[in-house]
């Protein structure tokens, strides 16, 4: 069958997802429907912002379907009569029906090297435990949560200094290469199909807003890892003077001291003891204010000596 042919239903919300349907398109596949979450308020004044995926649909004039829950409302994509169903980072459980309903199966592009890291926040969770390589697999989906068989796997090495916005970029270019690179044997079903190792299986749950809490008295290294792996859109937080204080950015020292005392003013940054040495603070935002660089909230406030917590 010629991809032009080939009926697809792409669902997808994210800017990660975003680039892998941008492949798609370039490279002339037919992308007969596009399913993304239901469009959220943003800003100040609350205003109704098309999904990044929902932004490349209409620019290309290809239809949109924005489901609030799926899994009672897919009949315009049962309609459609996809020949492939293509997920990345959709953000809803996809039912069953919908799973089995084309000819060549759904699939799902997932960044993590699959078992390890099944569920919603793959990439975080390789930064924050330190991991020095991850990857994107492809894989068929199941009724359940990133099981099915593998296709495909490339893998990506993760930089001391990657944060998750530099990793998630890193980590979407190869989806949508390794997407185009594994279709053509979908479509003629010569694909591989790997079962999962279900004992070597690691969950990536979503991250909850306790566990951005900086522990001083951890060791520096997972205290960067942490700050790194949620930085720099959800970040980490500690409390100053019983103020929430929340870190985007930092770098690791060398100076010792007391758990959660500031070590040193730098030129551009400030120093606070950790269990085994320093964290640095680079990019923050006080309670109540902007996200700014240390230097600026220096500024306007005299660290020495300050204890955080």
Not at 6 to 29: C, D, H, Q, W
Not at 174 to 181: E, K, N, Q
Not at 210 to 237: A, H, M, Q, V
């Amino acid at each position: 069958m010629d991809k032009k042919e080939l009926r697809i239903v792409f669902m997808g919300t994210p800017e990660f997802s975003a680039n892998v349907l941008t492949g798609l398109i370039l490279e002339k596949y037919d992308v007969s429907l596009v399913v993304s979450q239901p469009n959220k308020p943003v800003g100040r004044h609350h205003i109704l912002e098309d999904t990044p995926v929902v932004k490349v649909a209409k620019e290309n004039n290809i239809k949109v379907f924005q489901p609030n829950n799926i899994r009672e409302d897919y009949d315009e994509i049962k309609n459609v009569n996809p020949d492939i169903i293509i997920t990345c980072a959709y953000g809803q459980i996809i039912p069953e029906e919908l799973i089995n309903l084309p000819r060549l199966g759904c699939i799902n592009v997932h960044a993590s090297i699959l078992p390890k890291y099944r569920g919603g926040a793959p990439i975080h969770r390789a930064i924050i435990n330190g991991d020095k390589v991850t990857g994107v697999t492809i894989m068929y989906m199941d009724k359940s949560m990133d099981t099915g068989d593998i296709i495909s796997i490339r893998e990506c090495k993760i930089e001391d200094d990657d944060n998750l916005e530099t990793l998630f970029n890193k980590l979407s270019d190869i989806g949508r290469s390794l997407l185009l690179d594994t279709l053509p044997s979908i479509i003629d079903k010569t694909n591989s199909r790997i079962p999962q190792d279900n004992s070597k299986a690691i969950y990536a749950y979503n991250i909850k807003k306790e566990e951005t809490k900086i522990d001083f008295s951890d060791n520096t290294l997972n205290i960067y890892n942490k700050i790194r792996g949620l930085s720099p859109s959800i970040g980490c937080f500690c409390y100053l003077n019983d103020n929430i204080f929340k870190v985007y950015g930092a770098r690791i020292g060398k100076l010792r001291g007391e758990v959660g005392k500031v070590t040193k003013k730098y030129d551009d940054s400030f120093g606070i003891a950790t269990g085994d040495g320093e964290i640095i603070f680079t990019i923050v935002q006080p309670a109540g204010k902007k996200k700014m660089n240390a230097t600026e909230f220096m500024r306007g406030f005299e660290v020495e000596g300050v204890i955080f917590k």
